[in-house]
């Protein structure tokens, strides 16, 4: 399956909505609205657990690449090919 999306822009996307998630979280606990910081809840975890598993892979051999260091991973620890 070839991946459409590149990697970096992928991970920037995941950091991006996460930070927006945190902040949602936030309000929620300083406003006491609950269902507001339960949805940040499951925004996060759908933004750095699940969609990093299907979109952070190498577009060379496929492979899911670390999560840690996202950001600053240029070079796929597995083929050693560049990232886009």
């Known amino acids: 399956m070839k ?3 590149p990697p970096r822009a992928a991970a920037l996307v995941c950091w991006i ?8 979280g936030a309000i929620g606990l300083i406003n ?8 940040a809840l499951i925004l996060i975890v759908i933004f750095m657990i ?3 598993k299907i979109f952070w892979r190498c577009p060379h051999c496929g492979a899911t690449l670390p ?8 070079i796929c620890p597995y ?3 560049p990232l886009l």
């Open 50 to 52: 699940v969609l990093p």
């Open 79 to 81: 083929c050693s090919k």
């Open 17 to 24: 909505m996460s930070i927006f998630a945190f902040l949602l």
């Open 3 to 5: 991946n459409r999306i």
């Open 32 to 39: 006491r609205a609950m269902g507001t910081f339960y949805i």
């Open 67 to 74: 999560v840690n260091g996202m950001l600053r991973l240029k």
